[in-house]
């Protein structure tokens, strides 16, 4: 989800071709048939690669055409397609996992409590942690999780991303931030109450008998504040009810701050989600950086994104790049496709083609529900 913010760099430090000859439409994957329940396995070999692909302003006008030209584009299948579900929509998206699903891809859905206008950086809505706790969206949770069961295809949920940032309302800062439980000096705040929001949506989930999901804890990969409080283990509700450990990992976006290489805004962060669970599965579920030639070089961004993704991270096991550009206030752009230039779109075309990069979603028979 685009985030406008220079943290982790600071920290560290149209769609078209553009004439290359290479630019093959794949051949889409049949849809998947099973006569049992089905989960997404864990590759042991291989990691899945997966974008969201400028789906619109609320992230969720998904289309096969749009897919298929990414597709076409990139010269790989994804294995993964990512899109929104925003609680002020008040919907389940249902029209758009059944066509990603039966593109071949695994649906990866952001499921952010966040109401119109839809605005960063400011307060708690209507969709507060406070009042999910309190139960009041309980009879919009529950209608969610009845179409996620009637969808019934494997699928990931992401819920409240990027809590330990300050640009979404659902943010610790906005809950209180550091300040301690009382009883329970240990604890701040802003982490538990996110935590208690998050385990209330899982469950009544759960409850609604919606056993197809596997749920991601998603984080940034830079907290800001950058304060122990609110890293990401302070958040983390527990290995009961997460399936995924999940990051964002941005370069420069508006080309106002410190360029960074991707290496510094993978590792450190990476060491945190490994420390938090030592078992589950690591998703970068969001990569990807502005084109700023004045600044640094985005063809190398993406090449050694797609090196050191594969290579040096043994728990991440899927990668899911960002596709979008986007206008500011001020009227300047960021432009985070990969197609912003020949060569940022031939590196990424370089670095998806290795067979290393799984194109298919790997399918084993569902674990019994807890």
Known sequence: MRIWHHLAATIAAGALCFGLTNCRKPVSAAPVQKTEPVALAI?????????????????????????????????????????SSYWGEQSFPSKNLGLIWRHGSLPLVFWSPWDKPYLQKRG???????????????????????????????????????????WFPWSGVYYGGKTKVEGHPNESEGPETFKAAYRHVVDRVRARGAHNIQWMFHTNNYSDPLEVWNFPAAYYPGSDYVDWLGMSIYGEQEGQGDWSPIEPLITWPYQQMEAIDPEKPIMVAEWGVGEFP??????????????????????????VYWHERWQNDDNTYSNLRVNSSVESLQAYREGASNPGWLDRPIWQSRPQSR
């Open 43 to 83: 590759p042991a070999q291989g990691k899945y690669t997966g974008a969201y692909i400028d789906f619109g302003d609320t992230e969720d006008d998904v289309t096969l055409e749009g897919i298929e030209d990414f597709e076409a584009m990139v010269g790989k299948h994804q294995a993964i397609i990512a899109s």
């Open 294 to 319: 004045d600044r640094g070089n985005k063809a190398s961004f993406i090449r050694d994104g797609f090196q050191l993704l594969r290579t040096r991270y043994p728990r991440i096991k899927a990668a």
């Open 124 to 166: 708690p809505d209507r969709f507060s942690l406070t009042e999910i706790i309190k139960g009041t969206w309980d009879s919009y949770i529950d209608r969610w999780a009845d179409g996620a069961r009637a969808f019934g295809k494997p699928m990931i949920v992401s819920f409240a991303n990027e809590m330990n940032g300050n």
